[in-house]
């Protein structure tokens, strides 16, 4: 008897703390952020997460890696 072994697709680890605070804080339009805290709709970061808004970041507050790469490789204007 073989056994086969399945490759585990890439799976995003879970971006939540244990008091329910978001790990990282992404980079979003501003102008979806509030329509999402109030309708509950999701919005899609630059590096690609989808969520609804449900916290707002504090000046400090820990930022996604991947959204401040590519928000600085932005120009001004885009």
Same mark, same amino acid.
């Given at each position: 008897?073989?056994?086969?072994?399945?490759?585990?697709?890439?799976?995003?680890?879970?971006?939540? #703390?244990?008091?329910?605070? $978001?790990?990282?804080?992404?980079?979003?339009?501003?102008? %979806? !952020?509030? &329509?999402?805290?109030?309708? =509950?709709?999701?919005?899609?970061?630059?590096?690609?997460?989808?969520?609804?808004? #449900?916290?707002?970041?504090? $000046?400090?507050?820990?930022?996604?890696?991947?959204?401040? %790469? !590519?928000? &600085?490789?932005?120009?001004? =204007?885009?």
């Amino acid at each position: 008897m073989s056994t086969q072994t399945k490759d585990r697709p890439d799976i995003a680890p879970d971006e939540t #703390t244990e008091d329910d605070r $978001p790990k990282f804080f992404h980079y979003v339009k501003k102008n %979806k !952020i509030a &329509e999402s805290a109030v309708m =509950g709709t999701h919005v899609v970061a630059l590096c690609g997460e989808v969520f609804p808004v #449900t916290k707002s970041a504090k $000046p400090g507050s820990p930022v996604c890696p991947d959204c401040k %790469k !590519i928000y &600085e490789g932005l120009k001004k =204007g885009d």
